[in-house]
């Protein structure tokens, strides 16, 4: 009986995400950004195995060397191999992206259901508050609050959440107001059911779609918003392998060693069109499959 | 005499998983000039898309398979695209059911309506419809006239470049049945006026009696019988066609109508609620306010175990209102409301959990009432843990699969999404998923009134059948006053948030003493082309309640009519 039991609902849920692996295959674009998206993932995660050399060890011997078989990219001010670093690089930019990515959309999911259902008051001051924090440019208020509360991943992370958090509340608000009016939403608060109940049984999987290009499209926003940080010195710290940092420390050199500034920003620049056709092609493919599907 | 719309063996099929599937299957119809011709089928029966073809559109990936459409001598689907334009709005022109959604909302109704184009002066147009205070509305826009009123606009726009063919899909679904009545007599008047031939396509049996000349009743696309209004009325041949007929219920029926195979109607006796039924809920001088607008003003009300209490009135009339507060949805802003088991006159949240589940909403549109990402037993599971019916999941399970069975459903669906079901099953899923919580108070918000008639029979017998079997109070709200008088015992009539008569449902549809009651009864349609009016209409009233004495009593069995005095005549004729 048991077994019985419980293999309805993972067919039900198997069938829905069959569907919507199929509708993401058939959209050229967003196989292609993921695609690019999985080869940095990759490259990041398997860097010590991919080169030889340490990202962070000086060699005064070997400085600003240009392309050659030991050296693919050549070699920085202090002997470092810039490939390695490049490869390490990822690391750090997608980390943090990622962690500061993933708690900005959880956050502004939560406090963008929770205004679109209570509504009300809190669903006006809301608005103000976000309106005043937006109005700020986003570097502006990531220098803020780095000068006040030091750099360090951890202060990074929270920086991007409070820059762009309003965004996310603006979208997924809009999504969930949608969603707030039908009834088996007004069931549930017939039924009396507390807010979270509600937010997460009968509001957030209608929204799924909506949250994941969310997603794809704060995470290009964020990679570059970071690596503007370190470019600027309040990001990573010397001697961190970092794509942002490494472009500031070498642009001084840019006439001798070229490469030393061209592999991280070819590094970036691939990550940033990876996540942004992704976000391109999720959104396309979900839209159009509500339309085709007629769901 | 010679036939303006000639549609011949037309097929129409659009290409899904790269097959045909047809929508519309070898249907030929001829409309005479000044004549109206109805299309009548439940949803899916391709009656819209007939219609739509006369204007030579299609929905996106249909197509002709076969046949052709002639409009005027013409071959629409062959026309070139500057004649086709010419052809829609100067030849053929088309009313929709929503006027809200087909006006432009930024655009002052004058300008719009100039825009269809024609010689007609806007303000002859609107006199046309019977607008009253032509020059001023023709300055105003559309979300500041009413449903009716903005329908009236449609229509003007329809005739403004004087068509000779009038499409009219759905023209008065989602109406009241005051408006409706008075927009079906526009249209009746504005043929006869201008010589219009009609195309209307509607579900409504009674809509379709009224105003046909011919009929053609479709299914799955096909046409199933092709009659004069009067004689299809009078002997169906075809057995869907007698199955559709015996299902509509009327205004003189004293039960709900069993209909079987072959369209033979039986009415089944009503219930009877036993004398000593205990009190389910008690509402006493309850106000509800939207702001500054009062909703509800002073409404009260019993209903027993077993006894279904119908409130009726047109939209806004506080109907629905009434049922959310109950629901806990919507604090009253003043009386009682008393459950045997509680205060209801708190919000649901501040209710305890056992107060909770005895009062139970079932909703009026199916389509939105189940989540759409959750499997319908999952819709069921969830009350019945949450509000602790059942002690465990695999018994979650199992009593969810029971309640499917207990609605008329194959346990079987409990798998399926809601959009893998029709929307009878659906509203059968919503009321499964109102009886998890053991409720002894249903509130059903006009739970029928976006299904088909068939459809709607079904449901109708699935309630009466369950307040039977589980001793419910059930709150029915409807403005279908046929509906109310198949399955309620008892019947409030509510009027701009005031009852205006209250009183067991044989009394009150035998005897209506309230002329809004029998307004509402008169422009009730029957499906009978020759049906006289159900009652007299009657002339204006005021209202003539004032303070502690409001009523007029009629009998002992708790009948009774809101004081009111014909206009024009001093004597207070309630109070006889």
């Known amino acids: ?295 | 005499m010679a036939s303006i719309v000639s549609v011949n063996s037309l097929s129409v099929a659009y290409r899904s998983g790269g097959q045909d599937v047809p929508v519309v299957h070898e249907v030929s119809l001829d409309v005479a000039e000044g004549q109206t011709h109805a299309l009548v089928g439940e949803s899916g029966s391709g009656k819209s898309t007939i219609a739509a073809t006369l204007l030579g559109h299609l929905r996106h990936g249909s197509r002709i398979t076969g046949g052709s459409v002639e409009v005027s001598g013409a071959d629409v689907f062959a026309l070139p695209a500057r004649e086709l334009r010419q052809l829609r709005g100067g030849t053929v022109a088309m009313v929709g059911q929503n006027a809200g959604h087909a006006l432009t909302p930024s655009m002052r109704i004058g300008r719009q309506i100039a825009e269809a184009g024609g010689d007609v002066p806007v303000v002859d147009l609107l006199e046309q419809v019977r607008l009253p205070r032509p020059a001023e509305l023709a300055r105003r826009y559309p979300h500041e006239l009413s449903g009716g009123q903005q329908q009236r606009v449609a229509i003007a726009m329809a005739i403004a470049a004087r068509p000779k063919v009038l499409v009219l899909d759905e023209p008065t679904t989602g109406l009241d049945v005051i408006t409706q009545r008075s927009v079906l007599d526009l249209i009746a008047a504005l043929s006869d006026e201008l010589g219009l031939a009609a195309v209307l396509v509607s579900h409504d049996l009674g809509v379709v009696a009224h105003m046909a000349d011919e009929v053609t009743v479709l299914r799955s696309g096909r046409v199933v019988e092709s009659a004069t209004t009067r004689q299809l009325f009078a002997q169906p041949q075809d057995p869907y066609t007698k199955r559709l007929l015996a299902s509509v219920p009327r205004l003189d029926d004293t039960g709900l109508a069993v209909v079987g195979e072959a369209g033979e109607r039986e009415v089944r006796p009503r219930s009877e609620v036993p004398v000593d039924a205990p009190v389910a809920v008690s509402a006493q001088d309850i106000t509800i306010d939207y702001g500054s607008t009062r909703a509800v003003h002073g409404v009260s009300f019993d209903v027993r175990r077993g006894e279904v209490l119908a409130l009726v009135g047109e939209s806004g009339s506080g109907k629905s209102t009434l049922a959310w507060s109950l629901a806990g949805l919507r604090t009253p802003s003043g009386g009682t409301m008393k459950h045997a088991d509680g205060d209801l006159a708190r919000p649901a949240q501040q209710r305890p959990l056992s107060l909770r589940r005895r009062v139970q909403l079932v909703f009026q549109n199916a389509d939105t009432s189940l989540n759409p990402r959750r499997s319908v037993g999952d819709a069921v599971r969830h009350p019945l843990r949450f509000f602790g019916t059942a002690a465990d999941r695999p018994e979650a399970t199992e009593r969810a699969r029971q309640l499917i069975a207990d609605v008329r459903l194959d346990p079987a669906l409990a798998d399926r999404l809601p959009a893998q079901l029709s929307g009878g099953q659906r509203q059968r899923i919503g009321i499964a998923r109102a009886l998890a919580g053991e409720p002894d108070v249903l509130i059903a918000d006009e739970i029928t009134t976006a299904l088909d008639v068939s459809v709607q029979a079904d449901v109708l017998r699935l309630l009466d059948d369950l307040r039977r079997e589980r001793d419910l109070a059930c709150l029915f709200i409807s403005h279908d006053l046929a509906v109310v008088r198949g399955i309620a015992d008892r019947v409030v009539v509510l009027r701009h948030g005031v009852v205006v008569e209250e009183g067991p449902t044989e009394t009150v549809f035998t005897d209506p003493q309230h002329p809004y009651t029998r307004q509402l009864m008169a422009a009730a349609l029957e499906p009978d082309p020759d049906a006289q009016p159900y009652v007299d209409d009657t002339a204006d009233w005021a209202d003539a309640a004032d303070g502690d004495d409001i009523w007029t009593e009629h009998g002992t069995d708790g009948h009774r009519v809101r004081r009111w005095r014909p206009l024009n005549a001093p004597v207070a004729e309630g109070a006889l």
């Open chain 1, 1 to 295: 009986m048991t077994t019985l039991d419980t293999v309805p609902p993972t067919t039900v849920r198997g069938a829905r995400t069959a569907r919507a692996w199929r509708t993401l295959t058939s959209s050229r674009t967003a196989v292609i950004g993921l695609a690019i998206v999985a080869v940095h993932v990759l490259i990041a995660l398997l860097a010590p195995l991919l080169t030889s050399y340490d990202p962070i060890a000086n060699d005064a011997d070997h400085a600003l060397l240009g392309s050659s078989w030991s050296h693919w990219a050549g070699t920085d001010q202090y002997g470092r191999d810039v490939l390695t670093r490049v490869l390490y690089g990822g690391r750090y930019a997608l980390g943090i992206s990622v962690t500061a990515t993933l708690i900005t959309v959880a956050l502004g999911t939560v406090i963008g259901c929770a205004a679109a259902l209570r509504g009300g008051w809190f669903d006006d001051v809301l608005g103000r508050v976000l309106d005043a924090i937006l109005s700020i440019p986003a570097v502006l208020a990531l220098l803020v609050v780095v000068t006040a509360l030091g750099t360090g991943p951890a202060v990074i992370v929270l920086a991007v959440a409070i820059v762009y958090v309003p965004q996310v509340v603006r979208v997924v608000r809009g999504a969930a107001l949608a969603v707030v009016p039908a009834d088996y939403v007004t069931a549930a608060r017939a039924r009396g059911e507390s807010t979270w109940s509600i937010l997460r049984r009968e509001i957030l999987p209608n929204i799924t779609d909506v949250v994941c290009v969310e997603f794809a499209m704060r995470a290009s926003w964020v990679v570059l918003l970071i690596s503007s940080l370190s470019f600027l010195g309040f990001g990573a710290d010397p001697p961190t392998p970092d794509w942002g940092l490494m472009v500031a420390e070498n642009r001084t050199a840019i006439t001798v060693v070229p490469m030393a500034s061209l592999a991280p920003i070819i590094a970036l620049a691939t990550l940033v069109v990876g996540l942004n056709l992704a976000a391109d092609g999720l959104s396309k493919a979900w839209g159009v499959d509500r339309i085709r599907e007629g769901s």
